[in-house]
């Protein structure tokens, strides 16, 4: 079974970073793309990033783009969201989630949670003054 973990939440003012971290423990990691949701009360789930298997592609919803960076590294089994400038807004249970693909789709993005398959526990982002 897949397993994921995140890690890096925390609390910070309004303006300050963070960089979350998650753990996938899978054999092959560089056939999965990875996605970062969020979800805060009252809210529904929202995709805040994703990479495909490769690292080639990336996606970033409007409310965080040019704020946030996701990157990977195959190699160690890591995908990590860079958070900068964050605002209240941003305030939410991060998850981190997974999908396996096929080498015709290393390089394709899945922006939507129904693509996914795999999903770890969330760690608690809290920006306030």
């Known amino acids: 079974e897949v397993q994921l973990q995140a890690f890096g939440g925390g609390l910070v003012q309004p303006g300050g970073s963070l960089r979350l971290a998650c753990a996938v423990s899978?054999?092959?990691?560089?056939?999965?793309?990875v996605g970062w949701f969020r979800q805060s009360p009252g809210k529904e789930r929202e995709g805040v990033s994703c990479?495909?298997?490769?690292?080639?592609?990336?996606y970033y919803a409007d409310s965080v783009k040019g704020r946030f960076t996701i990157s990977r590294d195959n190699a160690k089994n890591m995908v990590y969201l860079q958070m900068n400038s964050l605002k209240p807004e941003d305030t939410a249970v991060y998850y981190c989630?997974?999908?396996?693909?096929?080498?015709?789709?290393?390089?394709?993005?899945?922006?939507?949670?129904?693509?996914?398959?795999?999903w770890g526990q969330g760690t608690q982002v809290t920006v306030s003054s």
């Open positions: 990479i495909s298997s490769s690292g080639i592609s990336t």
């Open positions: 899978v054999g092959d990691f560089d056939s999965y793309a």
């Open positions: 989630t997974t999908k396996r693909v096929t080498s015709a789709y290393f390089d394709r993005i899945y922006r939507h949670d129904y693509y996914y398959d795999y």
